[in-house]
């Protein structure tokens, strides 16, 4: 059985949004931008859940990496039962789930780029984590 990574992207921190059609979209929500979500240059979020092929998450990591916006701090995750893929413009983290130090490394560099704390929540320290 083929060993598929599931995550959220959120099209509006796209520039190139051809990158979608390579990956398989379960399903969308949208959500109005509110002054908690930090990103007044949209109106509205529209995340679509998606799975990625094992076979195929460092290509599509890769090609989300290079077409997320490059004015505003963003970024993309990935998971599966052992291994989780951060995806920021220019930079991916391949973290192994049971390493609090590599998450911690992550995190920190999703902040260091202006991301909110609260939206760095791929953490394992976040109460809502799940395996």
Do not use: C
Request: aromatic content about 12%; overall charge negative.
């Amino acid at each position: 059985m083929e060993n598929k990574y599931k995550g959220v992207i959120i099209e509006e921190s796209l520039e190139d949004k051809t990158v979608l059609g390579s990956v398989s979209i379960l399903d969308t929500k949208i959500e109005e931008v509110t002054k908690k979500h930090r990103t007044p240059w949209v109106t509205k979020w529209t995340l679509h859940t998606v799975e990625i092929p094992e076979d195929r998450v460092e290509i599509i990591t890769g090609q989300i990496s290079e077409s997320l916006d490059k004015n505003h701090a963003w970024y993309a995750d990935f998971k599966n039962r052992e291994h989780h893929y951060i995806v920021f413009r220019g930079k991916v983290f391949f973290v192994d789930r049971y390493s609090k130090e590599q998450y911690d490394e992550a995190k920190k560099y999703g902040i260091s780029l202006g991301i909110p704390e609260y939206q760095v929540d791929f953490h394992p320290e976040v109460k809502e984590w799940e395996r």
